[in-house]
């Protein structure tokens, strides 16, 4: 199975994952674009899932299981909703890569409209204040009690954001032969406004709710997030960068511009913006009066992320989700086009 060497995987799971016993079958959670999710059931039903890098075309300091691997387990013990992390395996004799093993959490994720409408709008209420909820308590964990105090320097978050992601863009692109000037010039206007940056917190990279797991239980009890899902770009610095990538991606009914060509948010019965803002801003004590530059960034984040899935996918990267690729350059020009246009009115 691509993606899995399936002999050495499963002798990997016997010896190291406790509850499981192989043979096992491995399924490809559709929808990731990047990291590899793949359900694993065991020879009784039990299931676990595994995560694991694209299997080609990966990028230096891209995709480090590892590390997201310690993020979660450290998580486990705070009020943020986590799979329980099961096993780390950095050899690369195994399955190519590393890889490593969480707890199957059940629940729904919502990835679309279409899904989203298939609960009551009641649910969608609760279940988009809990995610702001879960952000706000994500940034009140205190980095150094839970033992990521090192995981990222915890200053200049945006400079070294901005530096980060340019880069990979460049180099993304370079393969490709191709240029976004929209990009170019964003860079330049984001780096000669970033706000000051107060206190580090850990920050998820990619919080939106197609990223967590939704529990919807029959009424008086509340719609809940059971687990946040997709730590690859955690790291700590500004917490207001979270916020603005949610907010990039709460698209409301009739709004024109999509930027990943759907959202569960467009279903309708979730919390506005302004409310989703007002919510965080109640919860966190944070000044949220400069979210414009943030939310700018966050397009121009998602333009560079996407021009590496791209580059991947035409060189011949293999598995996860290939479909409507060959669309993701007009997807990279209008996200850069929201970018400069967010980022001009700062």
């Not at 192989?22 to 299931?47: I, W």
């Not at 939704?214 to 687990?227: D, L, M, Q």
Request: aromatic share 8%; glycine share 10%; net charge negative.
């Amino acid at each position: 199975m691509e993606g899995i060497n399936v002999g050495p995987v499963t002798g990997w799971l016997d010896a190291n994952v406790a509850g499981v016993r192989g043979p096992y079958t491995f399924e490809l959670v559709a929808g990731g674009r990047s990291n590899l999710t793949f359900v694993v059931t065991d020879a009784e039903g039990h299931q676990c899932v595994l995560r694991r890098p694209p299997t080609s075309h990966v990028l230096p300091t891209a995709h480090d299981m590892a590390r997201e691997y310690r993020i979660i387990h450290a998580l486990g013990a705070t009020a943020v909703p986590v799979p329980p992390a099961l096993g780390l395996c950095t050899d690369p004799a195994v399955n190519d890569y590393p890889f490593y093993v969480m707890g199957y959490v059940s629940g729904l994720v919502l990835r679309d409209a279409d899904a989203a409408r298939q609960l009551p709008p009641a649910a969608r209420t609760e279940l988009g204040e809990h995610l702001i909820d879960v952000l706000a308590d994500l940034h009140a964990v205190d980095p150094d009690a839970v033992g990521l105090g090192d995981l990222g320097r915890k200053e200049a978050y945006i400079e070294r954001q901005l530096i980060r992601w340019y880069g990979q863009y460049q180099k993304s692109a370079a393969l490709q032969g191709r240029s976004v000037p929209a990009i170019d010039e964003v860079h330049a206007l984001l780096a000669a406004r970033v706000p000051e940056q107060g206190p580090a917190t850990v920050v998820h990279g990619d919080y939106r709710l197609d990223n967590a797991v939704s529990v919807v239980p029959a009424p008086p009890e509340r719609a809940h997030i059971a687990a946040v899902l997709d730590w690859e770009l955690c790291t700590l610095g500004d917490p207001l960068a979270d916020v603005g990538q949610l907010l990039v991606n709460w698209v409301e009914p009739g709004d024109a511009f999509v930027p990943l060509g759907h959202a569960p948010t467009l279903a309708g019965g979730f919390p506005t913006r302004e409310e989703a803002i007002d919510r965080y801003a109640a919860r966190s004590g944070r000044d949220v009066s400069q979210l414009d530059f943030y939310v700018a960034f966050g397009y121009w984040k998602l333009a560079c992320i996407i021009e590496g899935v791209f580059s991947r996918y035409a060189g011949g990267a293999m598995a996860g989700d290939r479909t409507g690729f060959e669309h993701f350059p007009d997807q990279i020009a209008a996200l850069a086009t929201a970018a400069l246009e967010t980022a001009s009115r700062l």
